[in-house]
């Protein structure tokens, strides 16, 4: 069996995951291994395997075990998208393990974060008491007597062995990792810095005996940072578990995308005959039958049948497009209520929605937050460290006083240990923490540190019209009486005609007579009427309603002064139907999406603070160009598919724009993920909230206002802990060098110098907290 495929891991896997205590294992040099269901699995000790021979289950299930990868699927890093190769395994650039490019419904990937989530869980146990007994003597002066003292020092020292080479090994892995294509990162640091640390406390601990005097402090102790080394590894588990959820959440937004388009199709054989077929046995050319309330399996045209089809997912619009002969039809859009038959077109990933799906996955994997600056500066911030750490070493060894080797090692422990990136790492995180939670009061919610980045800067806000700008939900705006017949039963007849459709168009005008309180009358000989309208017997009367296509075929004439007003209640951004009555034209009725009543407000404090606003919607040019009139829009792009947004989007990114989007549908989730920062309005669909990185909890968009003064401020928070953190370590780590001590004759020991780590933490997470109190 091939050594790189023998553990679960999938081919040319490099490491696998061992499903009991969820440690890295290379299954090339795995000793313990076992078989499950014709699964190899590798273990790290021998007590693993016996426990997952003895209930495979438990933990197979406690992982979300799901089928490997198909052969020859590329991974690539979530951070550095230029990263690819066929199977899993780690960036070399940044350690974080690689993911697939395109998600799959059956692959339940959220084993990782339960074992990350286990991992962390156990780590916090084993930190807070070795954290406890080594500052406990200097917070509170709790002083153990003897024998209790000793007892209480291997406590800390075994807890705090196990959480450094237990719960730190993926990080020393991924530093030495770092180094074979000399690219190091924040790993590189923190498994130097815990490292040194550790193994430096170790053998202080172990063999005191062996250092000098100038080791020990006035009671003679070596000191030892057991707690400093378990502290750093928790910490940046907790950084990890955060980062890794975040991208499940991104994920979960592709899933979504996914799961519009049904599983089977009903496919029309040569012979007549019909089956239920998987969409992977599909093939360009299959006639299809689409039943009411089924969905559309894939792309192709209507054959025969007629029907009205919801297309909110691709327009965003509320009201399902009429289909007959020849028209086309999208997979993923749902058929509401007559039967089609349809030749498909395009299957697999050639349809609208697998292109979608791309254009989302593609936008999500061109981004990078903010946190990451930190690897930007360890390319040189770690092998400066280390230079100067040997430095001071040389320097106090050759020119320094007796004894020099004390000395020497003294110092070169010292730039080692204050040099250690707690501050740098603390420095993004806790102010995103605090930001969020903020931001949280107000209605926003941010999802990960690059939201907060990409949205303190942007200059150019592009919106969708439809549940951002505008309810979202039709309503009858105005009847027009044109024959002289009271206002209040002309309602009565055409909402009496609606009554029994599922219609937005037919709802709106419902629910105006319902909220009036109308009478009704009884309807006779109902005859719907696909892409025109519909007409029965009202009573006594003839009785339609519909568009003017209807009316042509009726024989009705729509005189000048009908048309004329039509035509203006369409400027206005209404669909108009025309009511006739026993072959008269009697009414028109304009049903429209009313603007929310703080848009208007909104759009003006969003161009107070300098952004320019851009609508992208998938309704006709009429309407967008009178809603953009009324708000004031800077520039209106009316008839966009998902494709048309993405691609508006694009353009003024690469025009030099940064650029914000705020969405609430389906088909908005292409361009919430190619902006610099998605907006998805709360109370809109979940693909939008998952693609987005901001959502509004109330739907406001003037909350964006308030998300924009909040990111300023948190990235001016971070920027400052970044400059606290690299100033100490530029103070600091001379200091410890000793610097000053031909002047000065001061040095600073390593217990100092942990102390001064410790300060440089505090100080940035006082920093963070200021947040709280930001005005907004």
Known sequence: MNAHACCHGGDGAATTIDPVCGMTVDPRTAKHRAENDGQTYCFCSARCREKFVADPSAYLEARGESPPAPPGTIYTCPMHPEVRQVGPGHCPICGMALEPMMPTLDADDGGELSSMTRRFWLLVALTVPVFALAMGPHLFGWHLPAPWDGVAAWIEAVLAGIVVLWGGAPFFARGWRSLKPWLPNMYTLIALGTGVAWLYSTVAFLLPGIFPGGFRDMHGRVAVYFESAAVIVTLVTLGDFLELRARRRTGAALKALLGLAPKIARRIAADGSE??????????????????????????IVLDGESHVDESMLTGEPMPVAKTKDEPLTGGTVNQDGALTMRAQKVGGETMLAQIVALVAQAQRSKA?????????????????????????????????????????????????????????????????????????????????RAIESLHDIDTLVVDKTGTLTMGKPVLTELVSLGGQPREHLLALAAALERPSEHPLARAIVNAADAEEAAMPAVVDFRSLAGRGVSAKVDADDVALGNAKLMAELRIEIGDDAKARAEQLRGQGATVMFLAVDGTLAALLAVADRIKPQTPAAIEALHAVGLRI???????????????????????????????????????????????????????????????????????????MQSAQVTLVKGELGAIVRARRLSQATVRNIRQNLFFAFVYNAVGVPLAA????????????????????????????????RLRKTRL
Not at 413 to 429: E, R
Not at 620 to 632: D, E, H, M
Not at 651 to 660: I, P, S, W
Request: glycine residues 8%.
């Open 614 to 688: 851009v609508m992208l919607t998938g309704d006709n040019a009429t309407t967008a160009q009178s809603v953009a009139r009324t708000l004031g829009i800077d520039e209106v792009h009316a008839d966009a598919s998902p494709a048309d947004k993405a691609a508006v989007v694009n353009r003024l990114k690469a025009e030099g724009r940064r650029v914000a989007m705020a969405g609430d549908g389906i088909n908005d989730a292409p361009a919430l993920a190619a902006a610099d920062i998605g907006i998805a309005m709360g109370g809109g669909t979940d693909v939008a």
């Open 369 to 449: 937050p903010l946190q990451r600056v930190a690897d930007k500066v360890a390319a040189w911030f770690v092998p400066a460290v280390v230079a100067v750490a040997l430095i001071a070493f040389a320097a106090w060894a050759l020119l320094g006083p007796e004894p020099r080797l004390t000395h020497a090692l003294i110092a070169a422990v010292s730039v080692l240990i204050i040099a250690c990136p707690c501050a740098l790492g603390l420095a993004t995180p806790i102010s995103i923490m605090v930001a969020s939670g903020r931001g949280a009061q107000h209605g926003v919610l941010f999802k990960d540190a």
């Open 275 to 300: 089956s239920d077929v998987s969409l992977d046995d599909l093939h360009a050319g299959d006639v299809l039958r689409v039943r009411p309330g089924e969905k559309v399996p894939v792309d192709g």
């Open 738 to 769: 000793g610097a000053l001590y031909p002047w000065l004759g001061v040095t600073l020991s390593p217990m100092i110098a942990a102390l001064a780590m410790s300060f440089s933490s505090v100080s940035v997470v006082s920093n963070a907290l």
